[in-house]
């Protein structure tokens, strides 16, 4: 395969034709241990140091059947995962050498099937420990956390310590969904996520093992990183490193005493529901000290999100610093605990350090990604980073911070919010959740879609030299109505009805894609995927996957299995012999059309996807001045333009 590289906001072949990719993430089951190592099973995690995640993202016997399933797709490019866990799961600079010689064959083989990888270094909310995936266990106990006490003290929301396992179902009174990613706010996250990207502004004292705590969690994150890398270096078809999944910035940049419960001037960003808790409440409730936190929800008769209610944490006065550790943070003079409770000693100590205000792009994020750089170009230097912030401030435009590194893609997340955390498409009305104004109509929730996405693709305009626009992740959850498509599934019915709001969804999402010729790889594709909403895909009740093997009754049909074929297959501009300027798809009628500037210079042809899924008979081309004719790859045409300047094709379905 080609290397590609960058060439302002477009990738670029060895050609010089302009390259789009489309795929998806594999796979969601990667965030936890293999086999049995899924939320959707018990534990302690008292075995966290003698877990294997070989077999993640599938079993190398089963590798053939599902890279044919997604090259059958169309799909050229993956977001392949794995975790800093399944790499250093042992413990300090002890790495998983047989995993690692796994995930290796597993990229190589994505390359055998023409598909296109850039590596994720995946994490939600820190660690299964905290209630997500990424870092292992010991990095708690490097700092002086005890995960056993989380649940207890109310540090951290983990599914493991408040599912009834016997009772099995959706269970909102006791784990409430997609609450997974409140754990950001709460202490034992929040206190992680400082220390590794502020470590050295806030508590530069704070030692582990005679380096600081931000240089010691950073250092052993690339280390892990690093060892992949090696293994993977000579793989053309390996583009990069992801800097690392929707980090969390901690307490940086935030009052002590301040609860975000109503947008003001001072602080504009959106109030979400969840619990409200200052950084104060956190540092309090990991000394053992309960406190009453805020509970946010939307609010009908106001249409906005406001306190609802209030909640008791650490009734139980658990402490969650190990014996013999203490608070970094009270050691640096933020707060000191007496003998009738707390003092407040500096409400601004993690938003001015030394006179300086800090802000956690500038002072955390960008030196991340200059660091993550620097490490991987040392053992290729013509890695891409796929670089992403906070995923709620992606769609704010504001751009990257300035020392982002050259060659660098914006790899932000984008999701609808409602769909997501409802698990209901609302259609044909829906809600814009920023403004709570209705959106009428399949044009108007496009148009939504599209607006979000377009200020995401402003914001790498402030990357140094441009840079491509790929969507790491976006998606839908297939229980959608309770998993009303699984029920229907169960009964018999193998039509397209239960599965109709979901390629609804899917292609208005590609159709605002499609818009800004984005490049994105769809959340996601779990071969463990089941059609049950205790498991989904494995981690947190989420069921995103467009494959689960409960669907699959045909093993020659490479559809069979698919969930909502017909919203994410569909045709797209694979490789453009110049610049693609607009590109189109209607669903409804078939036609598929786009618009580029030819460059006869190149020698290479346009290649555009038309998947039988769409195109079940012939079609028909209209695009004056080229020449065309069926790939050797199954799906794709090609056609070549003998002139300069711009050229319009239309594709329709035979009539």
Request: hydrophobic share 35%.
């Amino acid at each position: 395969m080609d290397r590609l590289k960058i060439s302002g906001d477009r990738f670029v072949d060895e050609a010089g034709r302009s390259v789009m990719l489309r795929g998806v993430n594999l796979g969601g089951d990667c965030k936890v241990p293999f086999p049995n190592g899924g939320t959707n099973y018990p534990s302690d995690f008292s075995d966290h140091r003698t877990v294997s995640f070989v077999g993640r993202p599938f079993p190398l016997r089963e590798a053939d059947e599902h890279f044919e399933r997604l090259k059958s797709w169309g799909m050229n490019c993956l977001r392949l995962l794995t975790t800093w866990e399944a790499v250093e799961h042992k413990g300090p600079g002890q790495y998983d050498t047989a995993y690692l010689d796994y995930f290796a064959e597993i990229a190589r083989r994505a390359g055998e099937h023409g598909l296109y990888v850039f590596i994720d270094f995946h994490q939600d909310v820190w660690s299964r420990m905290s209630g997500g995936d990424g870092a292992p266990g010991w990095t708690f106990e490097a700092v002086g956390l005890d995960f056993t006490k989380f649940h207890e003290s109310g540090a951290a929301h983990v599914m493991q310590h408040t599912y009834d396992y016997a009772r099995g179902g959706r269970q909102e009174d006791r784990y409430p969904m997609m609450t997974w990613a409140n754990n950001y706010r709460m202490p034992a996250n929040a206190i992680m996520w400082t220390l590794f990207f502020a470590g050295d502004i806030f508590v530069p004292d704070f030692k582990i093992g005679g380096r600081s705590a931000q240089d010691y969690l950073q250092g052993h994150y690339l280390g892990a990183m690093r060892e992949v890398a090696k293994r993977v270096k000579g793989m053309p078809h390996v583009l990069g490193f992801d800097t690392l999944n929707e980090p969390g910035t901690g307490w940086i940049g935030h009052s002590l005493s301040y609860r975000h419960v109503e947008r003001s001037a001072e602080n504009p960003e959106p109030v979400r529901p969840g619990p409200a808790w200052s950084v104060l409440d956190g540092l309090l409730v990991a000394q053992g000290q309960p406190r009453t936190i805020p509970e946010l929800s939307f609010d009908p008769s106001k249409m906005k999100v406001s306190v609802t209610g209030e909640k008791e944490v650490n009734a139980g006065r658990a402490h969650i610093w190990r014996k013999g550790a203490s608070c970094p943070f009270e050691k640096a003079g933020a707060y000191r605990m007496t003998g009738n409770g707390y003092e407040v000693l500096r409400e601004d100590f993690f938003q001015v350090a030394k006179g300086r205000k800090i802000d956690a792009d500038a002072d955390g994020m960008a030196p991340f990604f200059q660091r993550v750089a620097r490490e991987i170009r040392a053992i290729n230097n013509d890695w891409l980073i796929f670089a992403e912030l906070d995923p709620f401030r992606g769609m704010t435009g504001e751009g990257f911070p300035p020392g982002t590194p050259e060659r660098t893609v914006n790899a932000s997340h984008w999701y609808d919010i409602v769909t997501l955390v409802t698990k209901t498409f609302m259609f044909p009305t829906s809600l814009n959740p920023f403004t709570m104004k209705a959106l009428n109509g399949a044009a108007e929730i496009e148009g939504h879609y599209a607006g979000q996405l377009g200020r995401i693709k402003e914001a790498s305009a402030s990357i140094p030299g441009g840079a491509p626009t790929l969507i790491g992740e976006f998606g839908i959850p297939f229980d959608l109505d309770g998993a009303a498509a699984y029920q229907a599934w169960a009964k018999g019915d193998r039509s397209a009805g239960p599965w109709e709001k979901h390629v609804t969804a899917l292609d208005l999402m590609y159709n605002a894609m499609d818009r800004h010729q984005l490049h994105c790889t769809l959340w996601n594709y779990t071969a463990s995927n089941r059609n049950d909403v205790s498991c989904g895909d494995g981690w947190n009740q989420e069921d995103l996957s467009v494959f689960s093997r409960d669907q699959q009754v045909d093993l020659k049909d490479p559809n069979s299995g698919g969930r909502a074929v017909e919203g994410f297959v569909r045709p797209f501009v694979r490789a453009c012999q110049g610049v693609l300027r607009e590109m189109k798809f209607d669903r409804a009628s078939g036609e598929f059309s786009f618009v580029f500037d030819a460059d006869p210079a190149i020698n290479a042809p346009t290649e555009v996807y038309l998947p039988m899924v769409q195109y079940p008979e012939a079609f028909s081309i209209l695009g004056p001045g080229l020449k065309g004719e069926p790939s050797a790859q199954t799906g794709c045409m090609r056609m070549w333009a003998s002139k300069s300047g711009e050229h319009r094709v239309t594709i329709k379905r035979a009539s």
